[in-house]
């Protein structure tokens, strides 16, 4: 079986195919495992998955130990918190945030020696019938496969190759996002955000470099390639110009950045996940959103299809319906509830960010999880509610 990606779902796919006897390779276009990206968490149906791989001592070990959540004004005042920590206690959770280089490197690490890993390479085409997967790649020769697993992300080169074009499953959710390591640590507990109506930007501490975060609504870009270095730092430039805090220092930065991240905030969307001998997992089957849970749901997903595969040995049809079936119903209330989440940390409007800010202080233990839950009308009178506590 050939998996495409090397991220997160990839390789906790690979350990488990190996478990159950399979023979997984996985190809990755990067020279190694990815360093970069936000942090994720790993909790629910992944700490399972992450326990039964021995693997939870090293990711408890990153660990970020975020406490809280922060807002501050033009000034670095804080203006609104919320105790992360203590709504995670509060709920019983065991969740670990970890940065995303890190969880990959483990899940690398438990699976290296269970998988032919070939990095500097990928997919170029695939040809199907009723007996395997002919594969070409960019370097090498070409290759006979069982399966293909597109586990590559939101850009799947796999979903286009056997599905269609990006265009006909990506969907724009009127945000951007761009990250960048700082080359100097943060230290704290807490992540940092400053708004003003439309964006935000974030700075997350952690035990090496800290990472800044510039989020945007935007409607989507015409022709916008997500490789384009050069345009991505126009673009900021031009959206956060006028804005104050640290804003001027930190994108100072991002014109000095040799690797800066930026993409579309988006979700995918598609009828089914597999066609043929070819199925997705991850981001490229259902991309959640930067708000959602996405590298959870990766673990979880890759566990049950390699679950499926070995009880319905000879039967991928079945394996892979199967699959899907019990892995909807875990992705589609997440991403219901992203569009909630990007109303937390980016409103619109000066009126939603003083509205935000004083529900984490009306209710500083319960106010992210309201926020979340609430209708856009419910939203409005919370908003009546602030200018009329102003004045």
């Known amino acids: ?107 690398y690490e438990a699976s290296r020696s269970a998988a032919e890993f070939l990095f500097n390479n990928a997919i170029a085409g695939i040809s199907q019938d009723e007996h395997g997967v002919d594969v070409t790649f960019e370097n090498g020769p070409p290759r006979r496969f069982d399966l293909v697993i597109g586990a590559d992300g939101l850009h799947s080169a796999v979903r286009r190759l ?32 400053y708004n003003t109506p439309g964006t935000a930007i974030s700075i997350h501490p952690s035990t090496g470099h800290a990472l800044v975060a510039f989020l945007f609504h935007s409607p989507a870009e015409p022709g916008f390639d997500h490789r384009d270095i050069a345009r991505h730092k126009r673009i900021l430039e031009a959206r956060f110009a006028h804005g104050s ?29 597999w066609r043929g001998r070819v199925v997705l997992l991850g981001d490229a089957a259902s991309s959640l959103s930067l708000f959602g849970e996405g590298s959870t749901l990766a673990m979880a997903g890759a566990f049950t299809l390699a679950e499926e595969l070995a009880a319905n040995p000879g039967d991928h049809r079945t394996a892979f319906r199967n699959y899907e079936a019990r892995h909807r119903i875990l992705v589609a209330p997440k991403q219901r509830g992203s569009w909630q989440a990007a109303a937390l940390l980016v409103p619109r409007t000066r009126l939603g960010i003083s509205a935000r800010n004083l529900a984490t202080r009306l209710w500083p233990l319960g106010a992210a999880a309201a926020w979340l839950l609430v209708s856009p009308h419910d939203r409005r009178h919370i908003d009546l509610h602030a200018q009329q506590h102003r004045q």
Do not use: C
């Open 1 to 107: 079986m050939l998996i495409s990606g090397a991220g997160i779902a990839g390789p906790t796919l690979a350990y488990w195919l190996a478990r159950h006897g399979f023979s997984p390779t996985v190809v990755e276009r990067s020279g190694a495992v990815r360093s970069s990206g936000s942090p994720v968490d790993v909790r629910g149906p992944a700490l399972e998955v992450a326990l039964r791989m021995n693997i939870m001592p090293r990711i408890r070990e990153a660990g970020t130990d975020v406490a809280y959540l922060s807002f501050v004004d033009a000034r670095g005042k804080r203006v609104g918190r919320i105790n992360m920590r203590a709504l995670r206690q509060a709920a019983g959770s065991q969740e670990v945030e970890l940065p995303r280089g890190d969880l990959a490197s483990i899940l």
């Open 162 to 193: 056997a599905f269609g074009p990006e265009s006909d499953f990506v969907d724009h959710m009127g945000l951007y996002i761009a990250t960048l390591h700082l080359d100097s640590a943060e230290r704290g507990n807490e992540v940092v955000v």
């Open 245 to 273: 805090w640290r804003t001027r220092e930190l994108i100072d930065r991002v014109r000095a950045a040799d690797d800066l991240y930026f993409d579309s905030v988006s979700q995918v969307h598609l009828d089914q996940w």
